[in-house]
C-alpha cells in the first residue's frame, strides 16, 4: 500500500514540473532582437507565472500593434537560464516583474518601469517614444 501511495505522490508532483519544464524549454527569450541605432525599443522582462505580468501582456497586445514599425518590441522570459538573460538582468538592474525598459532610437535607456502599467500610460509612453 505504501508503494501506490508513493506513486501517487510522485504522479502528482513530479509530472506537472516535468511537463512545464519540456513545455516551456521550446520558446523563444526574445521575440525580436533590436539593431543597435534603428529604431526605439521597449524591452518587458516577464515571466509566465506572474499574474501582473500576464495582465501587461494582454495591455501590450492592444496597443503595440499601433506602433509596431516604428518601436522595436524585445520580451525576454526571465526564468530562462541562458546567457543573454543573465546579460540583460544584470544589465538592467531588473529585480521585479514585470520591468519595461524603454531605449530611444540610439540605444539609451531612458524610462525603467516596475510593475503593471495601465493602458492609457502605455499608449501615451509609446506615443511620446515615437515623437522623440
Do not use: R, W
Not at 79 to 103: A, C, G, R
Amino acid at each position: 500500500m505504501k508503494f501506490k501511495n508513493f506513486i501517487t505522490i510522485f504522479l502528482i508532483f513530479v509530472i506537472p514540473v516535468f511537463a512545464f519544464m519540456v513545455l516551456n524549454s521550446g520558446k523563444n527569450t526574445v521575440s525580436q532582437k533590436a539593431e543597435a541605432g534603428s529604431k526605439p525599443q521597449i524591452i518587458k522582462f516577464t515571466s509566465q507565472m506572474c499574474l501582473d505580468c500576464k495582465k501587461l501582456n494582454e495591455t501590450m497586445h492592444k496597443v503595440y500593434p499601433k506602433y509596431a514599425d516604428d518601436i522595436i518590441l524585445t520580451e525576454i522570459q526571465v526564468q530562462n537560464n541562458d546567457e543573454f538573460t543573465n546579460e540583460q538582468i544584470k544589465k538592467y538592474n531588473i529585480s521585479l516583474v514585470p520591468t519595461v525598459v524603454i531605449l530611444d532610437k540610439n540605444g539609451k535607456k531612458t524610462h525603467k518601469i516596475e510593475g503593471y502599467i495601465e493602458e492609457a500610460n502605455l499608449e501615451k509612453l509609446m506615443k511620446d517614444l515615437c515623437n522623440e
